[in-house]
């Protein structure tokens, strides 16, 4: 019996995650201004290629109002790129590896659109009330 639990707990031990030790990232840029009213402006590079930088200000509904973009190296060592918005329409990104929408996803967003001018209304499970 001392036998099989040595062997099942030999077993968890040599099916844990290895601890790796990171090399530490540089980081390159770090500039950051907040004025205190809702604006702001940050940029931030490390390294490794992984960059970053946002804008924002205060819109006019009381929401921020963003704009800003990111990058990375992919494993294949391309770079992937995201140039984003946020604001009172929601949060847009843009970028070559973010597939376009299915044709069909624009007639479901018509037929939500009629549903909501005919007062059609769903529970949260999305049974018709």
Known sequence: MKLV?????ATVAL????QLNPV???????QRVDQGD?????EFETENGIYTNAV??????????????????LDDGSVA????????????A???L???MPEHVFELLRIAEQQRAEGIQFDQLGRRI
């Open 24 to 30: 530490p990232i540089q980081v390159i840029s770090d």
């Open 94 to 96: 843009q970028s070559p």
């Open 38 to 42: 809702g604006n702001f402006q940050y």
């Open 56 to 73: 924002g200000a205060p819109g006019s509904q009381g929401q921020s109002n963003m704009q800003g973009s990111y990058r990375f190296t």
């Open 81 to 92: 790129e995201v140039t984003w918005t946020a604001d009172e329409n929601g949060y847009v």
């Open 98 to 100: 973010i597939p376009a």
């Open 15 to 18: 099916a844990a995650p290895q």
């Open 5 to 9: 639990i040595l062997a099942c707990l």
